[in-house]
């Protein structure tokens, strides 16, 4: 069943390089924080400008997509695109 993050979802897998260059993916109470095969892919500009997306940074190793508080939701649709 669809829900209101799915396309969320797959516009950040997307414009992070898709799911092969995702090496890992976590969450906080705000961002998704994944590890990436080649940052140099990343669309950032396109993350930054999509609706309910806060902020991207790149921090300690990752990049990281600050959601806000549905993060936990859009997490989940996340990983339903990369099984």
Do not use: W
């Not at 095969?37 to 990752?62: C, F, P």
């Amino acid at each position: 069943m669809a829900n209101e993050y799915d396309e969320l979802a797959r516009i950040i897998v997307q414009n992070v390089g898709g799911k092969d260059n995702i090496n890992s993916l976590t969450h906080c109470i705000t961002r998704l924080r994944f590890k990436l095969i080649d940052e140099s892919i990343v669309n950032t500009d396109i993350l930054k400008a999509t609706a309910g997306i806060i902020m991207v940074l790149k921090s300690g190793g990752q990049y990281q997509v600050v959601i806000g508080n549905p993060v936990h939701d859009v997490y989940k649709a996340v990983l339903q695109l990369l099984s």
